[in-house]
């Protein structure tokens, strides 16, 4: 049987790989701004295989509210465009050669509403994912404890630098989905 062993370091890097995943899963969210973000999630059907938009196009931002995507391959342009209007980002692509240009239209008040509602849903994912990283933690300590492997002392010393970080990553979701919240409620 493999020894158990606590590393608080492991914990804080798990903790982060949550924050990280929110910050990318926000960073697909429409607001009223261009960002090569958006496409990113999108799949494009590309020499008999699916390949991420980074793969076949440069994405670029000339303007605030324009996102131009220069396609490497002139065969691929129709599947870029394709893949574009299937997505469920709601844009509609403008063809000019092998670039293509996406407007992003303003969003009304209600729009706004229904983005901020999924980024407080993806913020929770989060939150619930730090907490399962601090569950693992204390598990581990207890085990350890229960084992004689670390005093009672050490235990409850470490699950309050667990609990610690748990709340620091927390407040950091917290800190991540306001700035977002603003972002998406700015005309």
């Known amino acids: 049987m493999a020894t158990l062993d606590f590393d608080l370091g492991d914990i804080k890097r798990r ?14 969210l429409r607001t009223g701004r261009a960002t090569p973000s958006l496409v990113e999630p999108i799949n494009v059907e590309a020499y008999g295989s699916m390949m991420p938009m980074a793969g076949v196009a440069t994405v670029s931002v000339p303007e605030p509210r324009l996102l131009s995507i220069s396609v490497w391959d002139r065969s691929m342009v129709t599947a870029v465009e394709k893949a574009i209007r299937e ?33 407080h849903k993806y913020a929770e994912e ?3 994912a730090v907490r399962h990283v601090r569950r693992d933690g204390l598990d ?23 609990q610690k970080a748990t709340d620091d990553a927390i407040s950091e979701v917290d800190q991540v989905l306001a700035s977002k919240e603003k972002e998406i409620m700015q005309v």
């Open 15 to 28: 903790m982060q790989g949550a924050i990280a995943s929110l910050s990318k899963d926000l960073g697909s």
């Open 87 to 119: 997505s469920d980002l709601g844009l509609n692509p403008m063809t000019e050669g092998q670039t293509i240009r996406l407007r992003i239209p303003e969003m009304n008040e209600q729009r706004r509403k229904e983005m901020v509602k999924v980024a």
């Open 126 to 128: 989060a939150r619930v």
């Open 140 to 162: 581990i300590l207890k085990k350890l404890e229960k084992d004689g492997a670390i005093s009672q002392d050490d235990e409850k010393r470490q699950a309050g630098d667990v």
